[in-house]
């Protein structure tokens, strides 16, 4: 079972993540019913649900998908670092599930775009692909 963490913050982006990491996960033989979805309300909220998550044992792997992009203020540099720290503290904190981080940390919408679109580019596309070959390595 896969757990899919998306924050709601810059939705159009977010959901241009989340459709490339469910093409992914179906290309390599998984079921839409093998996944389960979960919105939070910004990327600030993905380390603790991808917490939550591991705490159920249910799930073989936790991807985590959001999207910061650098404003005007300082801000962005708060959360980029605040959210790349807390995953990597569940990750380094449990053995299992395996975790998977797919959140962008862009420049600019234009960029966040670029890596969110129906391309070889997409970056939930790439973390489906490593959930599902993390995943293919622990059952093999």
């Known amino acids: 079972m896969i757990g899919i963490v998306v924050s709601n913050f810059n939705k159009p982006i977010t959901d241009g993540l989340l459709k490339g990491c ?3 996960l179906k290309e390599n033989g998984l079921q839409e019913n093998s996944m389960n979805i979960f919105h939070v309300p910004g990327a600030f909220e993905l380390p603790r ?4 998550l591991t705490e159920n044992n249910k799930y073989d792997c ?7 992009i650098k404003g005007e203020t300082d801000h962005y540099h708060y959360i980029s670092q605040a959210v790349t720290n807390g995953i990597m503290s569940v990750t380094l904190e449990k053995t ?5 981080f797919g959140v962008l940390t862009c420049q600019n919408k234009e960029l966040a775009y670029a890596r969110s679109g129906d391309n070889e ?13 993390l995943i293919r390595k622990r059952n093999i």
């Open 62 to 68: 936790i991807i985590a998908l959001g999207c910061i």
């Open 96 to 100: 299992s599930p395996h975790i998977i």
């Open 49 to 52: 649900k991808v917490k939550n």
């Open 121 to 133: 580019k997409n970056k939930g596309y790439e973390a489906g692909k490593a959930a599902f070959h």
């Open 22 to 24: 469910i093409k992914s």
